[in-house]
């Protein structure tokens, strides 16, 4: 069994390039040369070396005690959230805009949800003095206004986007559109592995990274290079791609994927997809899509706005069809109740997203030798409103 794309740009059934006739051009230009370029010496060295002194990497794996004795097992976190701009977005816009300047292309576009993607963006942007435009729905304009000054900051233009529910999806369709309006200087940096062929390749390659430290770091932890298990979020699925990238072709390691139940699976507020949804064709490809009967996109619900989105990328779509990996949700309360307890207990305050990931350990039945590999995809800043709204209900 293969879980990679193929060479039609498909995970079994999922995936393809599904665009109008508009965006034939870049998407086509893009699949012709991606690998080409991303494979080269010369962009493996820039690309290795930003990563290095730019973003911080490798970033630590660290060997969780109190976890450990707490769930009766060695729980192992990969630290993505003492990346640069505090996320595993970074080490995907660092890769697409290498790419972009090698194929000649002077502006950039961006959609984001939670504004990590749009942040990652404007740095990397700024970095390659790069025109920066990123979008963002006006309801995530309004929860995540740190995010938005920062970008501000380095010097992008945010257009909030006033469709729909006003979130990533639509956020989505307006960077879409923007793109098809401006075909020849601009790029559209993806923040996650969704989109047209070759989006959600292009993006887990860059975000493989992951797992190839996860896999050198165990080696020196523990003398083996595999563990047990591999547990991470799913919004679009980019860091549990870049977490599991190495792992696939590994049985022996389970993959657990993690999405968000929002209020409850069967509350109509929640973000499940592989629970919810069914095969269907959203932001250019093929996968599990959460939709009414007649293919209307239902608006997905989480506390979490990186995970707020109603599709997941094709390759997640087929590890759940294949059931190479398991897919377990987790409630908003679940997710707060496992971010209050790591605060307290490692002096780590994660992401919303990654507490979901965290929120898994909860559900697993371990044995005493198993290595777990929790990817904390993010830090938490961003999400102390929530948190502090939350923790005053508690009291
Ligand atoms: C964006 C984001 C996610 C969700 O996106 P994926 O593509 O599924 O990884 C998860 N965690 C953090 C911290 C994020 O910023």
């Not at 999806?169 to 601009?186: F, G, L, Q, S, Y």
């Amino acid at each position: 069994m293969n879980y990679q794309i193929d060479d039609k740009g498909y995970y079994g059934i999922f995936g393809g390039a599904f665009i109008p006739e508009m965006m034939f051009h870049n998407i086509n230009e893009l699949q012709k040369n991606y690998l080409g370029i991303i494979e080269s010496e010369s962009f493996r060295k820039e690309f290795r070396q930003l990563l290095e002194d730019y973003a911080g990497r490798p970033s630590p794996l660290y060997y969780s005690d109190r976890l450990s004795e707490h769930y009766s097992a060695h729980i192992y976190l990969k630290r993505e959230d003492l990346n640069h701009t505090g996320s595993h977005k970074i080490n995907n816009t660092i890769g697409q805009i290498l790419l972009a300047k090698r194929i000649g292309k002077t502006r950039i576009i961006a959609e984001t949800g939670a504004g990590q993607h749009g942040v990652a963006t404007a740095t990397v942007c700024a970095r390659a003095g790069l025109e920066c435009v990123v979008y963002m729905g006006a309801v995530d304009v309004a929860r995540q206004s740190p995010n938005v000054e920062k970008m501000k900051m380095l010097g992008a233009e945010v257009r909030p986007v006033e469709s729909g529910s006003k979130t990533l999806k639509d956020a989505t369709n307006e960077a879409i559109r923007d793109w098809i309006n401006n075909p020849v200087d601009t790029h559209y940096i993806i923040g996650s592995v969704v989109g047209p062929h070759p989006y959600p390749d292009m993006v887990a390659r860059f975000q493989s990274v992951i797992s190839e430290e996860i896999r050198q770091q165990l080696k020196v932890k523990t003398g083996r290079e595999i563990p047990d298990y591999v547990i991470a979020c799913v919004g679009g699925g980019s860091n549990a791609a870049g977490a599991f990238y190495h792992f696939l072709n590994e049985p022996q390691v389970q993959l657990i994927a993690v999405e968000a139940a929002g209020k409850g699976v069967d509350s109509g507020e929640s973000a499940a997809t592989t629970q919810l949804g069914r095969p269907g064709v959203l932001h250019g490809s093929r996968s599990l899509l959460m939709q009414t009967a007649d293919g209307q996109v239902i608006e997905p619900y989480s506390i979490s706005a990186g995970l707020d989105y109603p599709g997941i990328g094709p390759m997640h779509a087929n590890l759940f069809v294949t059931q190479r990996a398991r897919f377990l949700s987790a409630t908003d309360e679940q997710a707060l109740k496992a971010a209050l307890y790591l605060s307290q207990k490692e002096g780590i305050i994660p992401a919303l997203e990654s507490a979901h990931a965290l929120a898994a350990l909860e559900m697993i039945t371990f044995k005493p030798d198993d290595i777990v590999v929790v990817n904390v995809s993010g830090r938490g800043d961003k999400d102390m409103d929530a948190y502090l709204k939350y923790f005053q209900s508690q009291k």
